[in-house]
């Protein structure tokens, strides 16, 4: 069975510093791999897959996540937070079948 | 462009009301996705359609029918609800590869 694990439910960066949220899947199989961003009181907004190719894969508003097959890990980065950054992020597997299945999500929140 | 649109934003009903909540793409994706979502927690998958047929119901109670009237819309019907049942209710559509949702802003749904 697929599962998500993202560490830390809360993490808080300075406006300018390295925004760094972390998720680990479990697959059988090669999995496609999703980060969405939720901003308060909208629906999920894409920000970057992985599919198959590249490892390193670029998103929207300067977000880039790499998979990482031997770790399990699809972590999230961003070299300099911006206010508008804040949000509910949600890190996801799908392997197919119509079904996404979502880690518990990581409130970033950011200090000026 | 990737654009799914629901309506209404905000719904408040009691639980005696019939209500219909409304989800409409125009990508061509061919599989359409119900999730709700409480506060702080992931999106849970409710239904899929695929090719307009129902492919998965999440066991949800019957309260809940969903609708797939042509490929670019679905409804989702609502019917003697309870209070536990408010939260974000959202709609997703994906191509025909599947593997990449993309979500609608939801309707916020309140039952008194």
């Known amino acids: 069975a697929q599962s998500v694990t993202q560490l830390g439910s809360h993490v808080s960066v300075s406006e300018g510093a390295l925004v760094l949220l972390r998720c680990n899947y479990s697959s059988s199989v090669p999995p496609y791999l999703f980060w969405y961003v939720q901003y308060p009181n909208q629906g999920l907004q894409l920000l970057l897959k992985?599919?198959?190719?590249?490892?390193l894969v670029k998103g929207i508003n300067g977000f880039e996540a790499e998979f990482k097959k031997s770790e399990t890990s699809f972590h999230l980065t961003k070299p300099s937070a911006h206010m508008s950054d804040a949000a509910e992020y949600f890190c996801a597997v799908s392997t197919g079948g119509g079904k996404l299945i979502f880690g518990q999500g990581t409130e970033l929140s950011v200090k000026p | 462009d990737t654009e799914v649109t629901q309506t209404p934003k905000h719904l408040v009903m009691g639980m005696t009301n019939k209500k219909s909540l409304k989800c409409e793409q125009h990508?061509?994706?061919?599989?359409m996705y119900w999730y709700k979502q409480k506060a702080k927690k992931p999106p849970e998958l409710m239904f899929v359609y695929s090719y307009e047929k129902l492919s998965i119901n999440e066991s949800v109670p019957s309260r809940f029918s969903p609708e797939c009237p042509n490929s670019s819309l679905l409804n989702l019907h609502l019917h003697a609800l309870q209070p536990e049942d408010s939260a974000l209710y959202l709609c997703?559509?994906?191509?025909?590869?599947?593997?990449?949702?993309?979500f609608g802003p939801g309707t916020r749904l309140l039952v008194l």
């Open positions: 990508m061509g994706h061919r599989a």
């Open positions: 997703a559509s994906s191509p025909p590869s599947g593997e990449t949702q993309y």
């Open positions: 992985y599919t198959t190719g590249a490892t």
